[in-house]
């Protein structure tokens, strides 16, 4: 499934978390394990951690969501987000991650 917003956010911080957060919680994307991410952006608002958009990201995709999964997924992530030479290649790390 494409996400667009969330993967443009979690790769580029474009557009605001505030947007993100709102649409997802407008249509609430349905995935295995997603409702308790869900209610935290009920909660927190843009205040979401980025690493929960991370997880959710993955359980979106029909991934785990465990630490090691979600680590991983924060440095390319966090590769693709600096930019340079090496933000292609993060971002193909990323669409893999996700397959």
Do not use: N, Q, W
Request: proline fraction near 8%; aromatic fraction near 6%.
């Amino acid at each position: 499934m494409d996400f667009p917003l969330l993967d443009r956010y979690l790769l580029e911080g474009k557009p605001p978390k505030e947007d993100v957060v709102s649409a997802l919680l407008r249509t609430r994307p349905e995935a295995p394990g997603a409702a308790p991410f869900y209610e935290g952006m009920k909660i927190l608002g843009p205040r979401t951690p980025d690493l929960s958009l991370m997880a959710l990201r993955l359980v979106l995709a029909g991934k785990k969501a465990d630490d090691g999964s979600v680590k991983s997924f924060r440095a390319i992530v966090e590769r693709a987000r600096k930019g340079g030479e090496d933000a292609a290649a993060a971002i193909a790390s990323y669409k893999e991650a996700l397959e």
